[in-house]
């Protein structure tokens, strides 16, 4: 059995950093990055990238050694991504926050609002469902981080954390401040509209779970693998005959639902830079998926039937 001849260079310098000697054929990019690691021990795999060309794609963990284009001595570019943080960690974070932070606005604990409003309740029983609906959504997400996400990639810059949680937890405290602010009037249309929202929010949150499960059950424990989702027996996951993310879906339901029932304007805003934000994230994973897989359905869109 041939062996191979491994040399790692710096992606920008050029520098060679490491050379291993008598790799294996089968080897793996994931099994390569903990050989280099043993030479670099402030490099650890999770953030390293491996690549062909300095410029390139970086090289799945999966990858093997002798399917890749190179010959017996194989040359690889390395780049750091810099600090790594898992993404159980990024999401129980970014989810934790915006729980504890509206329940503060809602018992208005002091110096938010004025001090004769200290830990005073709301007459509108609007807010209070409010309040439940927003504390459901992020328990349920809570525990979907620990449950039921099964991950692809196992860690994230850490930055990301910052630019995550800023996010998340800005813009609870912009919604929550406003929803149980003492002046806070209710929606236009009274009980009629609140009653319409509130079963929006929550057949959206259903088929929302629906999808995570589903999209669960495609991928074993442990695998990387990734399939084509299909509609099960349960009807919310029909909508996979139509759209490629009808978790985006349901989560842009969710909050259009929690707008309609809170008719405030930093929801609102909220939404829409969330659906913004899906849309990229839904076309992206919609153009691998046509990458990947030949047969898969043309009818479906990216997030919304028919339209985008």
């Excluded at 995550?164 to 009037?185: D, E």
Aim: glycine share 4%.
């Amino acid at each position: 059995m041939k062996h191979y001849e491994v040399e790692i260079l710096d992606a920008k310098t050029k520098d060679k950093l490491c050379f291993l000697d008598k790799v294996e054929p089968n080897a793996t990019i994931g099994e390569i990055k903990s050989m280099f690691h043993k030479s670099h021990p402030q490099w650890y795999p999770a953030r390293q990238s491996i690549r062909l060309d300095p410029k390139g794609k970086s090289l799945k963990d999966e990858d093997v050694l002798q399917h890749l284009p190179v010959g017996t001595t194989a040359t690889f570019y390395f780049r750091d991504l810099g600090a790594q943080i898992s993404w159980v960690t990024v999401f129980l974070t970014e989810y934790a926050g915006p729980l504890l932070i509206y329940l503060m606005f809602y018992f208005r604990v002091p110096f938010i609002y004025a001090p004769k409003y200290d830990f005073t309740t709301s007459k509108h029983w609007v807010v209070h469902l409010a309040c439940m609906c927003h504390s459901f959504h992020y328990v349920k997400r809570l525990l979907e981080t620990l449950f039921v996400h099964r991950f692809s990639h196992g860690t994230m810059p850490l930055r990301n954390i910052f630019k995550n949680c800023t996010y998340y937890w800005g813009f609870a405290a912009w919604m929550a401040y406003y929803i149980n602010h003492p002046l806070y009037t209710p929606p236009t249309y009274g009980e009629q509209q609140i009653r319409l929202a509130l079963t929006v929010f929550l057949f959206c949150q259903i088929g929302n779970f629906s999808i995570h499960i589903a999209l669960r059950n495609l991928r074993p424990p442990g695998s990387k693998t990734r399939k084509i989702p299909y509609p099960t027996k349960n009807p919310f996951t029909w909508i996979f005959l139509l759209v490629s993310c009808p978790n985006y879906t349901y989560e842009l339901g969710s909050w259009l639902g929690f707008t309609l029932m809170t008719q405030c304007l930093p929801v609102a805003a909220f939404t829409l830079v969330g659906f913004i934000q899906m849309t990229v994230w839904a076309k992206g994973k919609h153009r691998s998926y046509l990458k990947e897989f030949r047969d898969y359905p043309t009818l479906r869109s990216p997030i919304l039937p028919f339209i985008l």
